[in-house]
């Protein structure tokens, strides 16, 4: 089975720059989210996608980064203009149905680093 | 707001050590917690799930449990071997959202 896809693995972008993430998810995952973990931190949840539909966007900084998920299946993540503390590791994950007991296990992509100068 | 703290933020032990890693959290109105493993320049893996009505999960030589009551949650690794060594965070998990600990960096030397 194939797991969680993303590109670029590594991104260097100058401040006020642009730059957007792809991610790919499992097949047949109704959900992907995407996260930021910035070095020494847990990964911090941006926003969550159930289908095309955001379920969760509360940490996203809406001024600056945008997501979307056409079609319900790939995900793409943009930060316009970028900041330096920006520069992190963005993660994507999907997962399947949940049990209705919230029991939902999640597949991690690799995650693109991205270093903001 | 849930936070999740892990101790410690670091851990280096000789190869066949018994260890415990620990995550304490605020809110106990959870679904499950999980357990993950992160290795340097890859994504998480995940390794244990405890739901909220289960006291502990095991796996081969790791071995989680969780307190609901005290906001604890351990993870035992036995007979530590230099492939453990990674960064292990803990995750609550509720229906729609899951939210990290800090993670604690385990080397494991030889």
């Known amino acids: 089975e194939a797991g969680v896809a993303q590109s670029p693995r590594y991104k260097i972008i100058e401040k006020r720059q642009s730059v957007a993430f792809w991610c790919n998810p499992i097949?047949?995952?109704?959900?992907l989210y995407w996260y930021q973990q910035i070095l020494g931190q847990g990964p911090k949840l941006l926003i969550q996608f159930q289908n095309n539909g955001v379920v969760d966007d509360s940490q996203l900084p809406k001024d600056r980064f945008s997501a979307e998920r056409l079609k319900g299946v790939d995900s793409t993540l943009k930060i316009q203009p970028a900041k330096l503390e920006d520069s992190a590791v963005y993660l994507c994950?999907?997962?399947?149905?949940?049990?209705?007991?919230?029991?939902?296990?999640?597949?991690f992509g690799s995650g693109t680093q991205l270093s903001v100068l | 707001k849930q936070e999740v703290t892990q101790i410690p933020a670091a851990l280096s032990v000789p190869e066949g050590e018994n260890l415990v890693l620990n995550c304490s959290f605020t809110?106990?109105?959870?679904?499950?917690l999980q357990w993950f493993r992160q290795d340097p320049g890859k994504g998480l893996t995940s390794l244990l799930l405890?739901?909220?009505?289960?006291r502990e999960q095991t796996s081969g030589r790791l071995n989680a449990s969780l307190d609901k009551s005290s906001g604890r949650s351990t993870l035992y690794i036995a007979a530590s071997q230099p492939g453990d060594s990674a960064t292990y965070l803990c995750?609550?998990?509720?229906?729609?959202?899951?939210?990290f600990g800090t993670g604690t960096r385990l080397l494991v030397s030889p």
């Open positions: 405890i739901q909220s009505s289960q």
């Open positions: 097949s047949g995952h109704a959900t």
């Open positions: 809110d106990s109105a959870i679904y499950n």
């Open positions: 995750a609550l998990t509720g229906f729609q959202k899951l939210v």
């Open positions: 994950a999907s997962s399947g149905q949940n049990t209705g007991t919230g029991l939902r296990k999640l597949f």
